[in-house]
């Protein structure tokens, strides 16, 4: 089992910064993937940056250049730097990690974090 904890969201104005960080507990050993992903009302959750445990990220288009991922291992947190917010980037954000025992895979999701963009 993994639990997640997310923090970092809140109120920021179009332009500024935020970063959200995702820490992993229990079998986090076994953890092979962490991303972010988020959710706007009346829309579907999609995917704003992944990390894979060999280092390989991916971004979703309308965040790249602007959102950076990253992971520290001695913590088992991984961060969302956010920059040049928009008013699109309002969502609930919410941290995902995909856990591997030998063929089977395991998806746990952390609670969500609001992040609003506004002036």
């Known amino acids: 089992q993994v639990h997640l904890v997310e923090s970092g969201g809140g109120l920021v104005q179009p332009g500024g910064s935020l970063r959200l960080s995702c820490t992993a507990s229990?079998?986090?050993?076994?953890?092979?993937?962490m991303g972010w992903y988020r959710q706007a009302p009346g829309k579907q959750r999609e995917l704003v940056a992944g990390?894979?445990?060999?280092?390989?990220?991916n971004y979703g288009d309308s965040v790249k250049g602007r959102f950076t991922i990253s992971r520290d291992n001695a913590k088992n947190t991984v961060y969302l730097q956010m920059n040049s917010l928009k008013p699109d980037d309002t969502a609930v954000y919410y941290c995902?990690?995909?856990?591997?025992?030998?063929?089977?895979?395991?998806?746990?999701w952390g609670q969500g974090t609001q992040v609003t963009v506004s002036s």
């Open positions: 995902n990690a995909v856990r591997m025992v030998g063929p089977i895979t395991f998806d746990y």
């Open positions: 229990g079998s986090s050993s076994d953890i092979r993937f």
């Open positions: 990390l894979s445990s060999g280092g390989a990220s």
